[in-house]
């Protein structure tokens, strides 16, 4: 690394002396992030990770993969860039336990006009304390400089991350039946979905998204948009130990609509009554200033409900003692009913 420096690269746009430095700025973040099983260290060729798998009998890999979207040019106005990594690893490890596996480890891919090692050590913080968060192991990454492609000051992200499950434990949405329960686990906020919209009804470029707003409590509408994605991995595992589920949702683009019948099987669809939705001040704003229907408004966005997770109605007062004693604020989102719409909302 000593002797490793083109002056000719650099005069193209890329300093590779910056990357090595970027490395040695995100080390620290990186170990916090360390679990049994890891076998490397971050800036080798690949990451090594041994799985435990002595109470698996059949092994199944889990995979996910997914960006942050355009909320990153909101990060890019504040100048605050330590915990956009989180909604990038809650985007992957949140699919993951969908199905019941349990996130192993997380690798990111950073692309930016000009590193600058400070910022980049900034994002991997962010990464690495959605891995804490999730119990992953952050075990490797990449950090692109790309002159010319993006714009100096801007940078893309996007994570994959592979999770652990045992075969005969994996959710089966095919034992969903008619009147089982819909249990929501409500969000942070927007999430990382719908940003392109969100970005147009406030003309965020334009206009003054610093000052407090009396719809969002006082808050700005910044601050507001920046709150990074719920991270939901260990509730939820520590539900599997208590309760039987028979089926999990991911609240993503496409709202309610999309992403509740993703769960289900043929012939079983989710009847949800509007009112119970506990719709957080963000999302009444946006609908107010975009003047959008409340039909796009559920097509969109999470509404306030980041999961939704499906048990027998024996299971469901017994799920939401569990999931309340471990921080998740839970309650009855509505029931499964026979019909072919996929979701009935009224």
């Not at 009998?57 to 909101?74: F, Q």
């Not at 000051?153 to 991350?161: K, S």
Request: proline content about 4%; aromatic content about 6%.
């Amino acid at each position: 690394m000593k002797n490793s420096k083109s002056d000719a690269y650099a005069k193209a746009g890329v300093d590779i002396t910056a990357g090595y430095e970027s490395v040695k700025l995100m080390k620290e973040h990186v170990a916090k992030t360390m679990t049994q099983g890891v076998m490397s260290e971050v800036g080798g060729f690949g990451g090594l990770f041994a799985p435990d798998m002595k109470d698996i009998k059949e092994p199944v890999l889990v995979s996910g993969t997914d960006g942050v979207g355009t909320k990153l040019k909101l990060a890019f106005l504040a100048d605050k860039h330590d915990t956009i990594g989180i909604d990038c690893v809650a985007m992957c490890v949140n699919d993951i336990i969908c199905v019941g596996a349990k996130p192993l480890f997380f690798l990111d891919y950073i692309a930016c006009g000009k590193n600058t090692p400070e910022k980049i050590a900034e994002i991997v913080k962010g990464v690495a304390d959605g891995c804490v968060q999730s119990g992953a192991a952050l075990i490797g990454g990449e950090t692109a400089e790309m002159p010319g492609f993006y714009p100096e000051d801007e940078y893309d992200l996007a994570g994959f991350a592979v999770g652990m499950a045992d075969k005969s434990k994996l959710f089966d949405k095919e034992t969903i039946k008619e009147g089982d329960v819909l249990i929501a686990l409500p969000s942070s906020g927007v999430h990382s979905n719908g940003f392109s919209l969100v970005r147009k009804v406030f003309d965020v470029e334009n206009a003054d998204i610093k000052k407090p707003v009396e719809a969002l409590g006082g808050k700005s509408l910044l601050e507001t948009l920046l709150v990074p994605t719920k991270i939901y991995v260990k509730p939820v595992l520590a539900l599997m130990q208590e309760v039987n589920i028979k089926a999990i949702s991911h609240i993503t683009g496409g709202g309610f609509y999309e992403n509740i019948p993703r769960s289900f099987p043929e012939g079983i669809a989710a009847k949800i009554k509007k009112d119970d939705v506990k719709v957080l001040p963000i999302f009444k704003h946006i609908a107010e200033v975009g003047g959008i229907s409340e039909h796009d408004m559920f097509n969109t966005f999470n509404m306030g409900v980041g999961m939704c997770i499906t048990v027998a109605k024996e299971d469901a007062e017994k799920a939401i003692e569990v999931l309340k004693e471990n921080g998740e604020d839970a309650y009855v989102l509505g029931e499964t009913v026979k019909s072919d719409k996929g979701i009935e909302l009224w």
